[in-house]
């Protein structure tokens, strides 16, 4: 028995992570600490059931852990530098928030002492992997316990546990699983195992119920979402506001289907409508303001960066580096971006910006050089040519 052995178990209140507060207190005889991760899902009514959740389970130590502005400052922000879509589609909406989770777990670990770390992940997807990784690097000498990956139990064998402890919640599995965190939402279901059915309405987490086009305006300071319609706000407040304004449109709904860490391929469903808007209002500020081989290479590096984010692979070093080129791209992608809103789409209008590479006194494409002569542009063609002109000169069969 380890009976003064303390381990801290990441808590969301659900079957699985009820049936290892229970198993890990009453069978292993584990001192039981709860922490949930708060990255922008839960609001003060939803971490207070959480709190409950864990008392009825006789957690005498539970806390929520508020990380959203950081899950921003050292994540998302990257994120929307780097555009990154996984396989042009996803915005890792669920898969970055939970490395600032495990995270934000292992740091509390440490600072109350605790000996080992339990999670409630099964053996079939991603999130076993994200965690395990996280905790194997800032936690090493800590055991990582995992219940329910490690006995292979069916729902109907933990709810049958848990009521053998007088736990007699009502455990009716829902019919679509939902993940809301500030950068998007998941949603799984019996459609998105499959590789041909789509969701239905009902599935979506927020309604459609507005048909007018609508105009919205998005202020960037150096890569950065500050503005919506001129109000000032911080980033976080910009994400939340949009994705109010935009999600009833029933914009940033789609279904992902990508490799996942463990080989297999997985299909989710997701709503973000302010992730996708602001990845691709920014996408768009970023043509009018960056170089060719700036646009090109943040295309490569926020490609990598997002696969390594989405793999949990965050606190590897390489990430600090791509960071920092990052940043400075960002330096003068400040302006408006102008977006159209009508029922389940948004259109791209256009943008304003002090540095607006199209606002070049050397000339307007297709209408006005100013800046060259033809006999300038006759001798640069020659000289660009040459190259395939030698190759196929000697070396061509034709």
Sequence with gaps: MNKQKKVLLAFSGGLDTSYCAIHLAKDKGYDVWTAAVNTGGFDKKEQEELAKKAADLGIENHVCIDVEEEFYKKGIKYLIAGNVLKNHTYPLSVSAERVFQAIAIAEYAKEIGAKAIAHGSTGAGNDQVRFDLVFNVLAPEMEIITPIRDQKLSREEEVDYLKSHGINKEWEKAKYSI?????????????????????????????????????????????????????????????????????????????????????????????????????????LLEKHVLGKWQLYWKDQLGEFYGMLMHEGQFLDPVMRDIETFMEHTQENVTGKVIVKLEPKRFELQGIESEYDLMASKFGQYGEMNQGWSDDDVKGFTKILSNATLIQRGIQSND
């Design 179 to 283: 993940n809301q965190g500030l950068w998007g939402t998941s949603v799984g279901g019996a459609e998105t195992l499959t590789s041909h059915k789509s969701l239905p309405e009902e599935a979506w987490p927020t309604a459609l119920v507005n048909s007018e086009e609508l105009m919205v305006e998005i202020g960037f300071e150096q890569g950065e979402p500050i503005t919506i319609n001129n109000e000032q706000l911080t980033p976080v407040e910009v994400i939340k506001k949009l994705n109010e304004i935009a999600a009833p449109y029933g914009v940033g709904r789609d279904i992902h289907v990508g490799d996942t860490i463990i080989g297999i391929k997985g299909r989710v469903g997701f709503e973000a409508a302010a992730p996708l808007i602001l990845i691709e209002a920014h996408r």
